[in-house]
Each structure stands twice: as C-alpha cells, then as structure tokens.
C-alpha cells in the first residue's frame, strides 16, 4: 500500500491542525492504521493507532484527550485531528499501515508549533 500524508505546518501553542493520509494500491480496510511523530535525535513515537476491524482508537499518553483519530474507508483515508497544540508536538508525523503481509510507511508530514 502506498501512503501519503498531508497537511502538516506551522502552528501557534493552542491551536489546530488536521493531517490526513491517503492510501492506494490495496484493500485499505484491512490494515491497521497508525499515526507516528519523529523528532530528530530520537526514537519514533507511537501517537495514535486505528484497528481494522471497530476502528477501535488507541492514543500515546502524550496526546490523549487532545488528538483524535479516524478513518474514512470509503475514501482510503485516515485523519488525525490535533488541537491545543504543545510546542513539544513538533515533529515529523508518519503514517503506517499494518496488517499480517505488510508494514508500510509514508513519507512523512512536518508540524511545527512556534510562538
């Protein structure tokens, strides 16, 4: 499956922005889906996950209660929608998609949160 994230920028502390990631080439419902931030220097953090099957949503302690997460199978796409933004949000966002067969990645979407 191929994935491309969109959206990213430049936020103030406090504010909005939603990434969403679109996928292609494959039966999109099947895979499990993940939100990743990447700040240079440091490991990949896991920032939210959709299941397959109840679009159950998982989130990092970091962003509970302030990002939410969805997928719209209709449109082979998955949305995280982040308010009160922290400048420690900053970060590469990547989206994953995972099932038994695969593990792909996107290229990556950079928010930055700046007063």
């Known amino acids: 499956v191929q994935l491309v994230e969109s959206g990213g920028g430049l936020a103030q502390p406090g504010e909005s922005l939603r990434l969403s990631c679109s996928a292609s080439?494959?039966?999109?419902?099947?895979?499990?889906m993940s939100w990743f931030r990447q700040v240079p220097g440091e490991e990949r953090e896991l920032v939210a996950t959709i299941s397959a099957t109840d679009s159950h949503v998982t989130y990092g302690d970091s962003v509970k209660g302030r990002f939410t997460m969805s997928r719209d199978n209709a449109k082979n796409t998955v949305y995280l929608q982040m308010t009160s933004l922290k400048l420690e949000d900053t970060a590469v966002y990547y989206c994953n998609a995972r099932d038994i067969r695969e593990d792909s990645w996107g290229q990556g979407t950079q928010v930055t949160v700046s007063s």
């Open positions: 080439g494959a039966t999109f419902r099947r895979y499990r």
